[in-house]
């Protein structure tokens, strides 16, 4: 079984101010991916950043890039050059890579409430 | 470019009602889930579905029901509604094959309030 931890219910960062949100995850599997959700006031789901276990790099999506440790299991989130419209909840989320039919399940955090002040 | 839609988006159940969130995708995905969200609890998959014919249970399954007859359809049915069920649902769908990205892409969500 795969778990998601956030450890932190609410952050917030000034506007160009840089925000480092954390993840931690726990799975016994080798080959899994790791997503931030971002999750607006509108409701909608939109994916950040994407992350496969087998690659070393991090990946980075402009101003959003994650620091993936795979043997601490650590995958955080930061985000450079914050803008008011990154205000939202952000979810971390893992999933099992290979095929079967409950390993495509999402696993999600519990979520980080991201305030951006002006 | 619909991806997928769920409707209705907000509904007022009272409690022992029951009624059926839409759920359709149009791009071709085999799986596709369903996920309920409480305040400060994330996100939990009550169902999910590898392909048409085909579902499963998620982790909080008790009091839905759901079918899978078309690739594109996949209706949650809530039976005899109950305030416990009070939550915003999600559907969602991913796709299965060589270029699979692990992506789920979600609906907008459905606001359910059982009184």
């Known amino acids: 079984a795969q778990t998601v931890t956030q450890s932190q219910p609410e952050m917030s960062v000034q506007e160009a101010e840089t925000v480092t949100l954390s993840c931690t995850y726990d799975?016994?599997?080798?080959?899994?991916?790791l997503f931030w959700y971002k999750q607006p006031p509108s409701r909608q789901m939109i994916l950040v950043i994407r992350q496969e276990a087998y690659k070393q790099q991090n990946a980075t999506e402009n101003r959003f890039s994650v620091n993936f440790q795979k043997a601490a299991k650590s995958f955080s989130l930061k985000i450079s050059d914050s803008q008011l419209g990154d205000a939202a909840m952000y979810f971390c989320?893992?999933?099992?890579?290979?095929?079967?039919?409950?390993?495509?399940?999402?696993?999600f955090g519990k979520g980080t409430l991201l305030t951006v002040n002006p | 470019n619909a991806g997928v839609t769920q409707t209705p988006k907000f509904r007022i159940l009272k409690i022992g009602q029951s009624m059926t969130l839409q759920c359709t995708q149009d791009m071709n995905h085999n799986y596709m889930y369903w996920y309920r969200q409480d305040p400060g609890m994330g996100l939990k998959l009550i169902y999910y579905?590898?392909?048409?014919?085909?579902?499963d249970k998620g982790e909080v399954p008790n009091g839905y029901n759901v079918s899978r007859s078309t690739t594109e359809d996949f209706p949650l049915r809530l039976e005899l509604a109950a305030p416990s069920q009070t939550s915003v649902y999600f559907c969602a769908s991913s796709y299965r094959g060589g270029t699979n990205t692990g992506e789920l892409f979600f609906g907008e969500g459905s606001r359910l309030t059982v009184l």
């Open positions: 579905s590898v392909g048409a014919g085909i579902t």
């Open positions: 989320a893992s999933r099992y890579r290979n095929s079967g039919g409950s390993n495509y399940k999402l696993t």
């Open positions: 799975t016994s599997e080798s080959d899994y991916y």
